[in-house]
Every structure is written in structure tokens, then in C-alpha cells.
């Protein structure tokens, strides 16, 4: 599998935005982005995915950068909810293999 | 629509014992995986059913960990016998068809905390 590097922890203020970077630098022509998020006590929940261009939903951003060897993504106001940790994996759409999960960021929010 | 359900949310048990956890997938979620979450780590995948057949079972420790999905729908993940490494959270997701699922999430259950003393 084609690998991921996030930093260990990051921290964020309420209502600021966040900026989670992914590098995934041996990324192939084939490979999704996938971001997951995991609150405490939780499973992991699926937050947005993307190949090339930039994507938004209703819970986040992903801006993807143009050689696609990094990734970032956005939370646009962080509130005390999204303290969790962050996956980011990177899913083979020809392989067909299943999400492999590396140890993530784990963002911290303070009011 | 409903989650994943796993039962039970808690398991203690000594060591050499037996365990049992049960997942119902999403109706109609055709493909369910069974993750072990150690803390401090991310989930690492054991199994991946697709309906009823076993797709990959290469990280599952098959001397000690049996699973199963009869009918393709619920699934039972079983440790006999157990050790201290085995304690754990344990994770079932579940997901339309597995080749399409690059356009579709994964759902996860709550997952089951295993302690083993």
C-alpha cells in the first residue's frame, strides 16, 4: 500500500480553522484520498475523499495539491466536536483493497 | 438509517478463556470487515467478507481467531484461546460492494473493548 505521513498531534482554537496535512509523496495515478476521523469511544467515521480536484461536503474541505503528492484537510470552524483523530489513507480504486489506517493527528480543540 | 451494531460494548475475561462478538451490518451493505484497534494505534483489518465468502483473512490469526457471516448478513468473531496481547477494541465495518466502495464509506460500529487480565 501506497504510504501516508501525518503529524502525530496538532492543536486549534474554537471557531478557528484547521488545516490537517497529509504528504503521500509514492501516491500512484490510481490512488483515492480518503479521510476518516475518529472520535473518542467511537469507530471511525468517514469525513470526504477526492482524486484530483479539490472537494467540499458538509463536514470539510480537501484540497489536494496539483503533483498530488500532499493533501490537506480543512475544517472551516473548529468547534469541541471535532476533537478526534484524523486518517488519512490513501485506497488503490483498481486494487480494490480495503482501508489501511496508519496512527492519524490527533487534533485538540480549547475553547 | 440504522448503524452498525456490535454487542457486547464491554468484555473482560481472563486469559486461555473464550470470547465471542457479534456484528449486524448495515441492511443491504454487501461487504464487512472486523478491525482490532490496540490504543494508541489505528484499526488493522483481520477480515473482509464479501455476502458470506471470505475475500482476505491473510492478518487474521488463525490458530486463535475464527470468523464467520452466515447468510452474508450478521458476523461473529471469535478468540479461543485468549491472550493478554488480544485486548483491544474491536471494530466491524460494513460497506456497499466491495469494488465500489472507493465512492463509498465505510460505516463502523462502536466496536467491542476486549480486556484481557
Known amino acids: 500500500d501506497a504510504k501516508t505521513t501525518q503529524p502525530n498531534s496538532m492543536e486549534s482554537n474554537e471557531e478557528e480553522p484547521v488545516h490537517l496535512p497529509c504528504n503521500h509523496s509514492?501516491?500512484?495515478?490510481?490512488?483515492?484520498i480518503h479521510w476518516y476521523r475518529q472520535l473518542p469511544s467511537q469507530g471511525p467515521e468517514y469525513v470526504i475523499h477526492g482524486l484530483t480536484s479539490n472537494v467540499n461536503n458538509r463536514m470539510a474541505s480537501l484540497a489536494i495539491a496539483e503533483d498530488r503528492k500532499s493533501s490537506t484537510l480543512i475544517l472551516h470552524r473548529a468547534t469541541l466536536r471535532d476533537a478526534a483523530v484524523y486518517y488519512c489513507i490513501l485506497r488503490d480504486v483498481e486494487e480494490n483493497t480495503p482501508l489501511v489506517f496508519g496512527k492519524g493527528t490527533r487534533l485538540s480543540v480549547i475553547a | 438509517e440504522a448503524g452498525v451494531a456490535q454487542s457486547p460494548r464491554y468484555k473482560i475475561i481472563e486469559k486461555r478463556q473464550s470470547v465471542a462478538f457479534w456484528c449486524n451490518p448495515i441492511s443491504g451493505h454487501a461487504t464487512l470487515y472486523w478491525y482490532q484497534q490496540i490504543l494508541g494505534q489505528g484499526p488493522k483489518l483481520l477480515i473482509q467478507f464479501q455476502n458470506n465468502g471470505v475475500v482476505d483473512d491473510s492478518q487474521l490469526p488463525k490458530d486463535r481467531f475464527s470468523a464467520e457471516r452466515l447468510k452474508g448478513v450478521d458476523s461473529t468473531l471469535k478468540i479461543q484461546p485468549a491472550k493478554l496481547e488480544d485486548s483491544a477494541v474491536y471494530l466491524c465495518a460494513s460497506s456497499l460492494v466491495a469494488f465500489l466502495t472507493f465512492n463509498y464509506g465505510y460505516t463502523f460500529g462502536s466496536g467491542t473493548r476486549l480486556t484481557v487480565v
Open positions: 509514492t501516491i500512484s495515478g490510481t490512488d483515492y
